[in-house]
């Protein structure tokens, strides 16, 4: 259910039900566009991919199509923030291999390119 509209979303297998809204919604001009059609996003944290809440009904209608959008644009955000820039000279070439990082080192080396691993 949205706020907007009153409907039920479902996402995979999970109902997303959202809370009632604590003020009034304001729009931001400091989160990104709605990736299908550009709409703009409401006011509100955007600590994970899917804390945006656009005021279009894009997650209804193409709900495949706006996931991966939400999922790209976080996953930029995450490229650009200068804090992910400070750890890009820690490679597995450069780390010390000590019997107790072995095993982890070894596994950290089978992730995708991009992805962030915390031990």
């Known amino acids: 259910m949205t706020a907007r509209t009153g ?3 479902l996402l995979g297998n999970i109902i997303a039900l959202p809370r009632a809204p604590s003020r ?3 729009i931001s001009d400091s989160l990104p566009l709605c990736p299908c059609c550009g709409a703009p996003a409401f006011e ?3 600590r994970g991919a899917f804390d945006l809440h656009h005021t279009c009904d894009c997650l209804i209608e193409r ?3 706006y996931e991966r959008g939400v999922q790209h644009l976080w996953e ?3 490229r650009e923030r200068p804090s992910s ?3 890009r ?3 597995f070439d450069t780390s010390e291999r000590t ?9 950290a080396t089978q992730l995708k390119l991009g992805r962030t691993l915390f031990l």
């Open 76 to 78: 930029r955000r995450q």
């Open 85 to 87: 820039r400070r750890y």
């Open 89 to 91: 000279t820690y490679t």
């Open 63 to 65: 709900a495949t199509r």
């Open 99 to 107: 019997n107790g990082n072995t095993i982890a080192l070894e596994v």
């Open 44 to 46: 509100g944290e955007w």
């Open 24 to 26: 009034p919604l304001e």
């Open 7 to 9: 409907k039920t979303v």
